[in-house]
């Protein structure tokens, strides 16, 4: 262990242990940073029995700085132990940030390929010249604690006519040999994935370059290659996508391409899907469960014009609860992981055949079915369904967020999740999905329903985070 880790992973728990209550945002069940800033779920995967959930994690300032990959784990998916920070910025190639990557569990441990950060001094534009996005490995042999790091590839391993914007390695096993996808940027500002093999997990052969036929925004972070069901997705949230319309109304997009074809040859991309349509979404990464797929993304969104005021509290963003994903018709879609029903406390039903108002807990699953025209609004935050569209409209404690849409088709029932600060909405079985970071004034909650319809509330007991 070198001098610099030594001392790292020391102010990490002093920060940690001097942070501030989170005040009246605090989530209950939604994971968030201990202290400081969270972004970008890293290295999701089930080993030995655990769910382990890794993240970008800026501990020293809740509006971000250099990366650690922060950590969580868990039997269930209910009661979380919070875990030491699992990576350092602490090597040459990494030393200004730990950037986003993925695991591949084995018998003897943990493989985490990650992005490793360096920017220069001096006069660069950080896109073709002033930095190294390296990709690099570390080595767990129980989940917790690192053992080795390893270069593997630099900016001069890539293939020839990309900018210095090349990272988030997501790493997998078929067929007895290794692949991974890295996103990239082109040096004329065009994004693609590039695709890798190896046959030890640590030399690598780039074998194809996927891209769309013509340019789909300047870069593609966050690639997921992965098949459901006998058809391939790669999943990825694009940069500089000049279109408008539902799922394309914030600042960066996020979804997926159907893939045709074999991905290490031979292929072709059909058309972008948007996989959530609502305020804050950006980042998701999917790992096997068994028989399943599961999903978590990031409740925020990059260069947003919209804010966090948890920021005044010492903290800043989430993740979403993790979503089982499923294909249904050649399309994906997205509900909540059958182990959240695990808190669910009393229920109440409601039936709605005018206006009416109904209080709510502070934490809450809400189930609602109705015909005709729908008019629901949630302490602040109102849903619409008109013309084939859900309308989310944030009416107060947006900062800054406004109205979202999605398309709804014939939409009859709508399942949210709503948490002390967060949202999350799951309309026709996960077809449409819509999530939001809103910040009410006050403790009260309230449910207003036009219309003939009913809803199902439950109450939600906080998920248990133990903390060292």
């Known amino acids: 262990m070198n001098a610099l880790r ?3 992973e020391k102010l990490v728990p002093l920060a940690e242990q001097s942070a501030p209550d989170p005040g009246p945002w605090g989530l209950a069940f939604h994971l968030a940073p201990p202290t400081g800033w969270l972004n970008d779920p890293n290295g999701l995967c089930r080993f030995r029995g655990e769910y382990h959930v890794f993240y970008q994690y800026a501990p020293f300032d809740a509006n971000g700085g250099v990366k650690f990959w922060g950590h969580y784990k868990s039997r269930d998916m209910l009661a979380w132990e919070q875990c030491p920070v699992m990576m350092c910025p602490d090597q040459p190639w990494d030393l200004h940030g730990v950037y986003s990557g993925s695991a591949l569990c084995g018998e003897d441990g943990m493989y ?6 360096v920017k220069y001094d001096g ?3 950080y896109i073709m010249t002033g930095r190294e996005n390296n990709t690099a490995l570390a080595f767990s042999p129980d989940g917790v604690h690192v053992e080795w790091k390893r270069l593997l590839m630099g900016p001069e391993d890539y293939p020839s006519g990309l900018s210095r914007h090349v990272r988030d390695p997501k790493v997998w096993e078929q067929d007895g040999r290794y692949y991974m996808v890295l996103g990239a940027r082109t040096a004329e500002s065009v994004g693609e994935v590039l695709v890798f093999a190896s046959e030890d997990k640590l030399r690598w052969t780039h074998i194809n370059t996927l891209r769309t036929p013509e340019p789909f925004g300047y870069m593609w972070e966050c690639p997921d290659l992965f098949q459901l069901d006998g058809q391939w997705f790669l999943l ?5 996508v000049e279109k408008t319309g539902p799922g394309f109304e914030n600042k960066y997009a996020c979804g997926y391409f159907p893939l045709y074809g074999d991905f290490r040859g031979d292929c072709t991309l059909g058309g972008f899907v948007p996989l959530d349509y609502g305020f804050d979404f950006y980042a998701p990464q999917t790992f096997r469960d068994g028989e399943r797929r599961l999903l978590i993304g990031w409740m925020g969104m990059p260069d947003a014009e919209y804010s966090s005021p948890t920021a005044t509290s010492g903290w800043q963003h989430c993740l979403t609860v993790p979503r089982e994903v499923v294909c249904v018709d050649g399309r994906l879609r997205m509900r ?3 182990e959240l029903e695990g808190l669910r406390g009393e229920r109440r039903e409601y039936a709605f055949s005018e206006r009416r108002s109904i209080p ?5 699953e809400i189930q609602v079915s109705w015909e005709g025209s729908l008019s629901l609004d949630l302490s602040g935050v109102r849903l619409e369904v008109a013309d084939g569209l859900l309308t989310l409209t944030a009416e107060t404690g947006g900062y800054g967020r406004t109205v979202r849409s999605a398309p709804a088709g014939s939409l009859r029932e709508m399942r949210i999740l709503m948490d002390t600060s967060a949202l999350e909405i799951f309309a026709n079985g996960g077809a449409s999905v819509l999530t939001a970071r809103w910040y009410p ?3 009260e909650r309230t449910l207003t329903l036009g219309g003939g319809g009913r809803a199902a509330v439950y109450a939600l007991r906080p998920m248990t985070v133990t903390r060292p």
């Not at 709510?360 to 809450?364: E, F, T």
């Open 360 to 364: 709510l807990p502070q934490s809450a």
């Open 123 to 125: 006069g660069h534009d």
């Open 336 to 338: 909540p992981a059958t």
């Open 441 to 443: 004034e006050g403790t």
């Open 112 to 117: 985490l390929f990650y992005t490793g950060s």
């Open 236 to 240: 990825v949230s694009p940069q500089g």
């Open 6 to 8: 030594k001392d790292l």
